[in-house]
């Protein structure tokens, strides 16, 4: 059995967007502001003691020279993710490249790590070559196979002593199965996240880090052990008869389970009041995050009274998905089967959301917003050579001039999220919200309709789509206060189009350039008549009008032109509109005659008729 597939997590910063375009901030405490809070601050900063979601105030008297900028135009943190994913996306073979926000991508490796283990020669691993392409065999990089690629955890070293492989013979490193397989696997992953770093940093000016292992989960929290710019790879065994004597629990086990992706706030806070048997009590000043207790995933792995029955009673209900307890035990015990996905979703927060006006309004915006990030993201400009217009007389051209755009891929669900905001206590304080709720349906099949503008694409979406969702979700006309509203597109559907990514090849242009690409077979002589490439004559100007229609006479049906004669007469239309059938001497005779039964016989099958009176002389 082949080890699962292998993943590596690359992140940014919103801060690092600052940097580039003014290099001199990167040695100072910068920190980015939305709204009355800090949403992100660079590395300088967080040595001063900042921290993201801080109040803006808090982080002025933390750090009076820290350097604080507004990031509430949302575009320029938005085009940066896109341009860093759009690179790092052409480097993958599968295609399988998921961003998480505007700074983190996950990306889906298994089949080039797969590809360059059978390209690797067991006897120079020190020379070693990874290919970045199946078809170039000149495209790619040397680099040492004896050893990982930066950190790895647990720690190991870098001299030449360390250098082997895991143990295990050369059978055994090269096959499907076993820890030295897994640590091979590894090691060419590790080898191509650093190029990747290296080529990121090269051409976009982005520093990232990097976590390397075998799903979303690991790669993502072995990614944050050496921050800021480095990468980590979770070493093998992954899995043993002894939970406590494979490296992915002993890994897991010392972190907080609000720490662990997939186990949300609430979620993480009733686990933490089923252990301590009292709720968790948070820290002072706490904007979000982590509590005074820590009830980590050891607790949580070694408990008797857990597993996945005791989660699913404790964390299941009206609105939670069925399966959420073996979802969470899974997590706890290093178990991620989520595959890198393709889906695309916007979200704001509000203070106050709360009348049927503001609702429609921020519904617009979010709707412009995720249009036009799903055209960007999943549609590409064909500049094909079989891009094809009309002109105004009807015939097909080339254009170079008017490029179009086809879909790489389509989504077929559209998600709208809430957040609603908690009545107040009786002691007139209010509760935390972190439980959202959902609804659902298929992707209207207009907004794929690459030929309309955003905004009327928009206003059709909130009015027929997203007003009736909301109604869904919220039924009352008032009383609701919402905190937040998310906006997903789901559910992707791989298309067939002309573009380097596409899922398929696209024929329509086939059919709509036939005219054109015909044409040159015909000529005219200078009375008008038509002539085809096989030298056969339409009589008259009458003909040529029916030809240039394509109709046939009796089947009423439209014929190419490589069909002018077919078993039927062609017909001919009078001025008077009246149908005339031509005579039998005005067609050609396009069949040869048998000098021996006098039969018609088509050019193509002469032989064959002459071998059948040969047959019957013998």
């Not at 709204?35 to 993201?52: E, F, P, Q, S, W």
């Not at 699913?312 to 939670?320: I, K, M, N, T």
């Not at 709509?512 to 085809?532: C, M, P, Y």
Request: hydrophobic letters at 35%; glycine letters at 8%.
């Amino acid at each position: 059995m082949k080890p699962p597939s292998r993943s590596a997590w690359h992140e940014t910063k919103y801060a690092a967007v600052f940097e580039k375009e003014d290099p001199a901030l990167r040695f100072l405490p910068l920190a980015v502001q939305q709204k009355h809070i800090i949403v992100t601050c660079n590395y300088v900063a967080r040595r001063h003691g900042l921290y993201k979601l801080q109040k803006v105030t808090e982080a002025r008297q933390k750090c009076p020279e820290a350097v604080v900028v507004l990031g509430e135009d949302l575009n320029r943190f938005r085009n940066a993710s896109k341009e860093n994913y759009n690179f790092l996306r052409r480097f993958a073979w599968s295609g399988q490249v998921e961003r998480l926000g505007f700074d983190e991508v996950f990306i889906d490796v298994t089949d080039m790590v797969d590809y360059n283990l059978g390209m690797i020669n067991p006897n120079a691993l020190h020379s070693s070559f990874f290919h970045l392409s199946r078809h170039d065999p000149t495209s790619g990089f040397e680099f040492d196979g004896r050893r990982i690629a930066g950190h790895t955890v647990p720690e190991i070293g870098h001299t030449a002593a360390d250098a082997a492989p895991a143990p295990g013979s050369i059978d055994e490193i090269f096959s499907d199965r076993g820890p030295a397989s897994l640590y091979m696997r590894l090691m060419i992953g590790s080898h191509l996240a650093q190029y990747l770093r290296y080529q990121l940093e090269e051409h976009q000016g982005y520093t990232s880090t990097v976590g390397i292992s075998t799903s979303k989960l690991i790669s993502k929290l072995i990614g944050n052990v050496n921050k800021p710019k480095g990468q980590t790879t979770l070493l093998p065994p992954y899995s043993s008869p002894e939970a406590d004597e494979n490296n992915v629990t002993q890994f897991l086990d010392s972190h907080d389970i609000g720490q662990i992706p997939g186990i949300g706030f609430r979620s993480a806070q009733r686990i933490r009041k089923y252990l301590l048997g009292r709720p968790a009590a948070f820290g002072a000043g706490l904007v979000h995050g982590d509590t005074k207790e820590c009830v980590t995933v050891r607790d949580v792995r070694l408990s008797s009274n857990m597993g996945i029955e005791p989660l699913e009673r404790l964390l299941g209900g009206s609105g939670v998905p069925k399966g959420i307890g073996a979802k969470i035990w899974g997590l706890v015990n290093g178990v991620d089967t989520s595959e890198v996905s393709k889906a695309r979703d916007v979200e704001d927060s509000y203070i106050k959301l709360d009348t049927m006006a503001a609702v429609k309004t921020e519904l617009l915006v979010l709707s412009q917003s995720l249009l036009s990030r799903v055209r960007e993201d999943l549609s590409c400009v064909d500049n094909s050579d079989e891009a094809v217009v009309g002109d105004a007389s009807g015939e097909v051209e080339d254009s170079t001039s008017l490029p179009t755009r086809q879909w790489l891929a389509c989504p077929r669900t559209l998600r709208l999220s809430t957040r609603p905001r908690p009545p107040l206590n009786p002691d007139g304080t209010r509760s935390r919200a972190f439980n959202r709720i959902s609804r659902s349906c298929n992707m209207p099949s207009s907004l794929l309709d690459l030929s309309k503008s955003i905004e009327e694409l928009s206003q059709s979406l909130v009015q027929e789509t997203l007003i009736p969702l909301f109604h869904k979700l919220h039924p009352e006309n008032s009383g609701w206060n919402l905190t937040l509203m998310n906006l997903c597109a789901t559910n992707m559907s791989s298309t067939a189009a002309s573009c380097r990514d596409s899922a398929g090849r696209d024929i329509s242009k086939m059919f709509r350039r036939q005219k054109h690409i015909l044409k040159e077979w015909n000529v005219k002589d200078g009375n008008g008549a038509t002539f085809s490439s096989i030298g056969l004559r339409a009589s008259g100007k009458h003909n040529e009008d029916a030809l240039e229609a394509r109709v046939d006479a009796t089947t009423g049906r439209e014929v190419g032109p490589d069909a002018l004669y077919t078993s039927q007469k062609l017909i001919e239309k009078s001025e008077d509109e009246e149908i005339i059938w031509q005579s039998d001497d005005d067609i050609p005779d396009l069949d040869h005659r048998c000098g021996i039964c006098g039969l018609p016989v088509p050019y193509f099958a002469v032989t064959a008729h002459n071998q059948f009176h040969n047959s019957l002389k013998e």
